[in-house]
């Protein structure tokens, strides 16, 4: 708490009684209304912080309060609507509040639904919050016409949380001459941040975005085609995917390897392509990848935002930035395995089975990946097999181990020409027992060029 500059924790731990009471490990997903003895829990946060507000007020004390309200984590969106009426009165509250700049924002737009898991209005909703503050007459007598002017032009401007950071900075009493980190001023911030006007020429590349990200100028971003290049793309982040479920499915307990109740997913198409031109070659690719939903006897899809970079001048071609589910994935909590974050999860709701399925159903019938089908290759004594799939544009190689007594290391290595390739070569993998690894994706580099890949494989294996 020193270290982090925290000076009290207040009415936060009370969250966990209220939780408890709920039969709640946290408040994500649900329930409907999180309550405790007759009120909602939010009342008791909102009516603390105006005790808190009016306290230090008369004691003409200087404080600074951060507090998150998970009212609106609740996918059937009932639960955001038992905040409206307390929300308002506190608002009001706040506006009387003469010595008090209040704050409200949002770490991001609305993320349930099927508006923004099929419209783009909705992805940018999502990635594009809100953020309004409360500035009582006094309090803008004492900032003064300049910086109440720059905050009424910086509603019309490209900010950031930075931008909010160095303003809130700046009303520290004891910072009397404030500064911009070193680290930051390749953002372009001013050491008054929101106080002081944002150019109307900013754009995406100069502040700082967490990713995934959808940046809100237009033109940042270029719609492309779903082509055999993007598709090479898809296939990798896919991988990328599967990987990072076996390797959460493995980290919970020992011996215990490829996938448990959360299945491998198979995704069938992606759209909605956008790429990004940066410096050094760097491309980055945002798209949604598609995966059916076959074990609850549904015909639906979970979709799959991810974003990736390329760029020929790396070694390592290729790396998933980051991911984000746009469908509903809460309902999989229910059998979802307790190491595999849910949020990547698609698994049968009526059984919940913590038994390893191996790499075998995969091997033995392997079904196509964005319509691309499988060659299977025999390495090893009926156990290591490799699986590639290729298109126009290039192709992939996965590796599996079926059987469930024996652990394989392998160290591959190819040659390409006019192909970019994912990852530094040669790679040397561990396959566990049922493990379904993705290995490599290689991309051409040049539509007019002829391009070609062969790869060599040594391995060595024992007894588990």
């Not at 909010?164 to 680290?183: A, C, E, F, G, W």
């Not at 049922?434 to 391009?451: C, N, P, S, Y």
Request: charged share 25%; net charge neutral; with cysteine.
């Amino acid at each position: 708490m020193y270290t982090a500059r925290i000076d009290r924790f207040d009415i936060t731990l009370s969250s966990c009684e209220v939780l408890r009471v709920n039969l709640q490990n946290d408040p994500f997903h649900g329930p409907d209304a999180v309550c405790y003895n007759g009120k909602y829990q939010h009342e008791y946060i909102l009516e603390y912080l105006n005790y808190y507000h009016k306290t230090m007020e008369r004691l003409r004390q200087p404080y600074f309060n951060h507090v998150i309200l998970n009212v609106a984590h609740e996918d059937s969106g009932r639960r955001i609507q038992t905040i409206d009426a307390n929300l308002a009165d506190y608002v009001k509250e706040m506006s009387h509040q003469q010595n008090t700049i209040t704050i409200m924002y949002a770490d991001h737009g609305n993320s349930y639904g099927d508006f923004i898991a099929k419209t783009e209005e909705g992805r940018i909703e999502m990635f594009n919050p809100m953020l309004f503050m409360i500035v009582p007459q006094k309090v803008s007598k004492m900032l003064g016409s300049r910086k109440m002017a720059a905050l009424r032009a910086n509603q019309d401007r490209l900010v950031s949380m930075l931008d909010l950071h160095y303003m809130v900075r700046s009303l520290i009493p004891q910072n009397k001459n404030p500064r911009v980190d070193t680290k930051n001023k390749k953002y372009g911030v001013h050491p008054y941040g929101l106080f002081n006007r944002i150019a109307d020429d900013r754009t995406c590349k100069t502040i700082p975005r967490l990713q995934p990200n959808l940046c809100i100028c237009q033109g940042f971003d270029s719609k492309v085609a779903n082509n055999t290049n993007n598709a090479i793309l898809a296939e990798f982040a896919l991988g990328e995917l599967n990987n990072l479920i076996q390797q959460q499915y493995k980290s919970s307990q020992s011996p215990r390897s490829g996938f448990g109740s959360c299945q491998r997913l198979v995704a069938t198409r992606f759209d909605n392509v956008r790429e990004n031109h940066q410096e050094d070659n760097v491309v980055i690719t945002k798209m949604d990848l598609y995966i059916p939903n076959h074990l609850n006897h549904e015909e639906s899809e979970e979709i799959f935002y991810v974003i990736i970079e390329s760029s020929v001048d790396k070694e390592n071609g290729m790396s998933l930035l980051s991911y984000e589910r746009t469908s509903k994935y809460g309902h999989y909590k229910k059998c979802s395995d307790n190491s595999v974050n849910v949020n990547l999860c698609v698994c049968s709701l009526g059984q919940r089975n913590h038994k390893a399925r191996g790499a075998e159903k995969y091997v033995k019938q392997p079904m196509p990946v964005f319509g691309h089908d499988n060659t299977v290759k025999e390495i090893h004594n009926k156990c290591l097999y490799f699986l590639e799939r290729q298109n126009n544009a290039g192709g992939v190689v996965e590796v599996a181990n079926i059987c469930q007594d024996v652990k394989y290391t392998v160290v591959f290595n190819m040659e390409v020409s006019h192909m970019l390739v994912s990852r530094t070569l040669p790679t040397k993998e561990d396959i566990l027992p049922g493990e379904i690894k993705f290995l490599i994706a290689m991309v051409q580099t040049r539509t007019h060029l002829d391009w070609k890949w062969t790869y060599k494989a040594s391995f060595s294996w024992e007894n588990i």
